[in-house]
């Protein structure tokens, strides 16, 4: 049975992202892959059909939709995942499966066919059918650095993303020798509330004392329009 979690995003400033850190600190755990000051680096690689289906749906707040990624961790690309990220009502349910630099580069070059049948991956088959009918490509690359404070009894997450950026030089996405465009204002970041069904009222004060408005914010969606307005695309 799918598991879905609620999902609340905030746009917010780096001095209130400090102080809600800092109170963080006292109830939740850091997360145990971060580095020294408990941050490390995202890379992902979104695709999308021919028809920008995705993108499209996150624009006109459908209720129901669904985005492919491909994501490793600091320099780590030879612990690439892919993740299928489904929401539905406001409520995500992510799946994830190993892929190999060797996988990516097949599907990138149009050889999904050939993946499919040496993979046992049911994910990743079902990623290269969707290649193959809906003609996914490469469409967005988004790196940031992430902070995140974990609380494992309930399952809750809190992370808080900074320096988010977007790229489209696809070939060169495992070894992150890349141009990369900011997505954001100086000083603005996003900060994520990820919890099952009920968020403790403790940590609940904590994100919510500032009056920070929720918001649908879509890094890949401000990625896309942040590399056509580029003329990236």
């Not at 050939?114 to 290649?131: A, K």
Request: include cysteine; charge should be neutral; proline fraction near 2%.
């Amino acid at each position: 049975m799918k598991v879905y979690r609620n999902e609340w995003k905030y746009c917010c400033s780096l001095n209130e992202l400090r102080i809600i850190g800092s109170r963080l600190d006292a109830v939740m755990e850091r997360d145990e892959y971060g580095g020294a000051d408990g941050s490390y680096c995202i890379h992902s690689l979104y695709f999308d059909d021919y028809r920008d289906s995705s993108v499209r749906a996150n624009d006109l707040g459908l209720s129901e939709r669904v985005k492919y990624r491909v994501r490793y961790y600091n320099d780590r690309s030879d612990r690439m995942r892919l993740e299928r990220k489904e929401k539905t009502d406001g409520r995500c349910h992510k799946e994830s499966c190993p892929i190999t630099t060797g996988e990516l580069a097949m599907i990138m070059e149009g050889r999904a066919g050939e993946v499919f049948w040496q993979t046992d991956e049911e994910l990743l088959r079902r990623f290269c059918v969707r290649c193959m009918t809906g003609l996914l490509a490469p469409k967005a690359m988004i790196d940031f650095e992430r902070r995140a404070y974990v609380e494992k009894t309930a399952n809750i997450r809190i992370t808080m993303d900074q320096k988010i950026s977007a790229a489209d030089d696809f070939e060169h996405f495992a070894d992150g020798s890349y141009l990369r465009y900011p997505l954001q204002e100086t000083g603005q970041h996003v900060l994520e509330v990820k919890f099952d069904h009920i968020l403790p009222s403790y940590i609940r004060h904590i994100v919510t004392e500032h009056h920070l408005i929720q918001s649908s914010f879509s890094k890949y969606s401000l990625g896309r329009k942040k590399l056509q307005a580029m003329g990236r695309q």
